[in-house]
């Protein structure tokens, strides 16, 4: 795919249309939208996160402190070479998207956003309407249905498998129910990737919390289109096996190598990391 391409020329084809928004069905990806103060989001969205900033108030910040690892996370990886990110569960753009940080480092890095809400797709058609952009693609796809997504010609076009990939997870295994296996949807997307590549993934917990707030955490969600299923380390832990775990290992998403000593003292109930695939 040639650089330069935008977002608005690869989004056409299979986008569906606004009647999927279900406005009366909270969602993550518009929920998380109001924690870190954006506009894209309904009454039933501000009512679920509502519930949830009744028992954690410091949500916001978390949700800023989880945005801030992508960021770190991205800048590392591209800056050691990798020019290829599939970022499933992207959420609603905002600022300091993927795309922006990567391509700051190498213009040349292209960055495939999947997400199942047609909503994201939506907004980011218009934010990637303008001229800037590097090459940069959005499809509508779900997580728990990994084979589709590596055999989708739209993300074969644009992502080269024979090639090391940023493969990203950021905050979204905990809308994956044991159930619905997350760790056989990991590792069926890790094994199309080569050596090489890296796994940037972050995953709500509730080992900083008392049982109570977990639970409550649990109920805000309970109405929305995914519910949470927060893990504990050790579950966590698990998503990165037989990988390379970068230092710090898996920590508190505040503390993978902040930037000062201040933001690694934030609170958020989440933890991240980054490997890489040998």
């Given at each position: 795919?040639?650089?330069?391409?935008?977002?608005?020329?690869?989004?056409?084809?299979?986008?569906?249309?606004?009647?999927?928004?279900?406005?009366?069905?909270?969602?993550?990806?518009?929920?998380?939208?109001?924690?870190?103060?954006?506009?894209?989001?309904?009454?039933?969205?501000r009512e679920a996160a509502e519930k949830v900033l009744a028992f954690a108030p410091?949500?916001?910040?978390?949700?800023?402190?989880?945005?801030?690892?992508?960021?770190?996370?991205?800048?590392?990886?591209?800056?050691?070479?990798?020019?290829?990110?599939?970022?499933?569960?992207?959420?609603?753009?905002?600022?300091?998207?993927?795309?922006?940080?990567?391509?700051?480092?190498?213009?040349?890095?292209?960055?495939?956003?999947?997400?199942?809400?047609?909503?994201?797709?939506?907004?980011?058609?218009?934010?990637m309407a303008g001229p800037g952009h590097g090459a940069t693609t959005v499809l509508?796809?779900?997580?728990?249905?990994?084979?589709?997504?590596?055999?989708?010609?739209?993300?074969?076009?644009?992502?080269?498998?024979?090639?090391?990939?940023?493969?990203?997870?950021?905050?979204?295994?905990?809308?994956?129910?044991?159930?619905?296996?997350?760790?056989?949807?990991?590792?069926?997307?890790?094994?199309?990737?080569?050596?090489?590549?890296?796994?940037?993934?972050?995953?709500?917990?509730?080992?900083?919390?008392?049982?109570?707030?977990?639970?409550?955490?649990?109920?805000?969600?309970?109405?929305?289109?995914?519910?949470?299923?927060?893990?504990?380390?050790?579950?966590?832990?698990?998503?990165?096996?037989?990988?390379?775990?970068?230092?710090?290992?898996?920590?508190?998403?505040?503390?993978?190598?902040?930037?000062?000593?201040?933001?690694?003292?934030?609170?958020?109930?989440?933890?991240?990391?980054?490997?890489?695939?040998?």
């Amino acid at each position: 795919m040639a650089e330069n391409t935008s977002w608005m020329d690869q989004t056409t084809e299979g986008f569906r249309p606004p009647s999927d928004l279900h406005p009366e069905i909270p969602h993550p990806a518009r929920i998380y939208n109001y924690f870190l103060g954006g506009k894209d989001h309904f009454p039933a969205d501000r009512e679920a996160a509502e519930k949830v900033l009744a028992f954690a108030p410091a949500t916001p910040s978390a949700a800023r402190a989880n945005r801030a690892f992508l960021q770190r996370a991205v800048r590392y990886v591209a800056g050691e070479g990798i020019t290829q990110f599939l970022d499933i569960g992207t959420g609603i753009p905002t600022a300091g998207n993927t795309h922006e940080v990567a391509q700051q480092v190498d213009p040349a890095v292209k960055v495939v956003y999947i997400d199942n809400d047609p909503i994201v797709l939506a907004h980011a058609r218009a934010l990637m309407a303008g001229p800037g952009h590097g090459a940069t693609t959005v499809l509508q796809a779900d997580l728990r249905d990994p084979a589709a997504i590596l055999a989708d010609p739209r993300v074969r076009e644009a992502i080269d498998f024979g090639q090391p990939v940023a493969l990203m997870l950021v905050a979204v295994l905990h809308f994956v129910d044991d159930e619905q296996d997350p760790y056989g949807l990991v590792k069926t997307l890790l094994d199309a990737l080569v050596p090489g590549s890296y796994l940037i993934l972050s995953h709500a917990t509730g080992d900083f919390d008392p049982p109570e707030h977990s639970a409550a955490g649990k109920a805000a969600y309970q109405k929305a289109a995914a519910q949470v299923s927060p893990r504990s380390h050790p579950e966590v832990l698990r998503f990165f096996e037989g990988l390379e775990l970068l230092e710090p290992g898996v920590v508190a998403v505040p503390k993978w190598r902040p930037e000062d000593a201040e933001a690694a003292e934030a609170w958020a109930p989440g933890y991240g990391a980054v490997a890489r695939k040998a």
